[in-house]
C-alpha cells in the first residue's frame, strides 16, 4: 500500500532547479515531522533537510542555501525546492514522515544533474 507519493525528480544542468513534492493522507501527514534524505550510487542514505510539527527546520550543510523544504498542512505536501544544482546533488530522493508509531518513506523519485 503505497502511503506516499514522490514527484518532481529529472535531470538537469548543473545550476538549475527542481522542486520535489511529497504528498500523503491526512492520516499520516497531519501533526508529524517529516524529511527528505537521499542515496547516491554507493553511498550511504543522508539527511538533506527536515521540518518538524513546530515548523522549525534542519537543512544539511551541503545543501543549505541552495535548498528549502517546506509543508503544505492544506494539501497534505511537503517539497523540497533546489536551487543552484550541482552535479554532487545527483541521488535518489526519499520523503520520509515520522509518527508517534511509524516511519513512512516514499519509493523515491531520481535527480540527476549534469555538468
Known amino acids: 500500500q503505497v502511503q506516499l507519493v514522490e514527484s518532481g525528480g529529472g535531470l538537469v544542468q548543473a545550476g538549475g532547479s527542481l522542486r520535489l513534492s511529497c504528498a500523503a493522507s491526512?492520516?499520516?501527514?497531519?501533526?508529524?515531522?517529516m524529511g527528505w534524505y537521499r542515496q547516491a550510487p554507493g553511498k550511504q542514505r543522508e539527511l538533506v533537510a527536515f521540518i518538524y510539527r513546530g515548523g522549525m527546520t534542519n537543512t544539511a550543510d551541503s545543501v543549505k542555501g541552495r535548498f528549502t523544504i517546506s509543508r503544505d498542512n492544506v494539501k497534505n505536501t511537503m517539497y523540497l525546492q533546489m536551487n543552484s544544482l550541482k552535479p554532487e546533488d545527483t541521488a535518489v530522493y526519499y520523503c520520509?514522515?515520522?509518527?508517534?508509531?511509524?516511519?513512512?518513506w516514499g519509493q523515491g523519485t531520481q535527480v540527476t544533474v549534469s555538468s
Open positions: 520520509t514522515i515520522r509518527g508517534i508509531f511509524n516511519e513512512y
Open positions: 491526512e492520516r499520516i501527514f497531519s501533526g508529524n515531522s
